[in-house]
């Protein structure tokens, strides 16, 4: 009962918040949406590519804005391309965020720039899709929230699970009632690395042909953080450590916790017990990182749920995967790409005559990457046709979980939820 009072709270501010945005659709130029690019690295090129497959027809990509040259150009290059304008281009977001004339902007920057930037778009009148976590810290996530339902403009996070069709359909089958009562949820994410591969070990991305101190604009990508030397590992592989990054915490867990909170309408846990370490790795192997490579997190909800979640890069047999136990029935979600369903059995019979279910993201959804469909979403509900699927709340009500994780660990004890005050207790 009040989990469903939960859910209809939860629901019930979503849609306040489309209402918000729904009074103030935005059409654009030529009926195109004006987008401001910031934030061009691995993931945001990725980006421009999913919104050429899924929205080439809703927008035209008038700025490009990255402090890294070589991104800079690859991504200037890439709307040539694809939509054969060219863009302006910059390493000063305030300068696409002063142009009037831009109506949206994708912020896929790292993740202590989340909050200046998306502060800044909200104050210059911008509709925002930004990636996740919605912040680096919980302050920064609960004014990002705040700032975002007040204004009245789409704010959308990157957690495109919820846009994907498997966890749409596991959702469903949820509140058809297939899965019976649901307290426990196992979230995993492992994953290995060869070390003699390029990328030998967990978030030592390559770093860039040619990068250089000269070419990538340090202080810039400092912004907030502590001033430092330059330092070329910090620049390309940021999620190694804490002044840019909690690592598993917020750049993976997030994805799982807003998994759990989308399917079954949760919402904040009331207590989290985090361990684990640096043991793959770390400064016995010449590896400076800061954060683990090896976390488990106990959560428990309010009215009665549990979930269980563990991340480890040492060997990645397990995968990447939710599993939802019911006690009608067993549904997971794995590598986002298969679901199962498979019914609890009782003198050898399924419950309830269920029947297994096995659903593929391409075979039987046709669906080869969610972020296209994700930003899709945004758009439509920029132009007032759709409402955002993630929007700024939900975003901060997944990564809530990943800063108590965060603190947990950190502090080596359990961290409680103060719901009443929206901080630690
Ligand atoms: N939703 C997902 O599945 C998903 C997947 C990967 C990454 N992400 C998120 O996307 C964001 C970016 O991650 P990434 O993997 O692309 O990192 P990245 O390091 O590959 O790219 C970051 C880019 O931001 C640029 N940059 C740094 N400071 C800047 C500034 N002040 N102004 C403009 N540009 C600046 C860098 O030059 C770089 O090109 C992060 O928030 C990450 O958590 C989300």
Redesign the pocket.
Known sequence: MREELSRRRFVTTSSAALAASAVQPVLGANGRLRVGW?????????CIDQMQKSSKDLVEVTWV????QG?LSRAKDRVQTSWGNTPKTT???REVLADPNVDVVFI????H??YS?AMAAIKAHKHIYL???IGHTLQEGAEIVKAAEKSGKVVQI???NRSNKLYIQAKKMYEDGMLGEVHYVRAFWYRNFDPSAAVPAAWR?VIPAGASESN??WD??L?PASKRPWDIKR??Q?RNYWDY?SGIS??LLV?QTDAANFVLNRDVPNTCMASGGIYMWGSDKGDDREVPDTLSALYEYPNKFHLNYSCYFGNDYFGYGEQFLGSDGLLEVLDRQRLNFVPQKFGGKPVKGRQEAHMHYLKDFNQPDA?ADHIRNFLEAVQGKAKAIAPARAGQLAAIPGHMATESYKRRKMITWDAKNERFA
């Open positions: 910031i934030g061009a690295g691995s993931r945001g090129y990725h804005c990255d402090t890294f991104h390493v000063d977001f896929a920057t790292p993740e720039l989340h930037m990636e996740k976590p990157g957690t495109q991305y990538s604009d810039r990508f912004g620049y390309y940021w990054s917020t750049d994805h972020t």
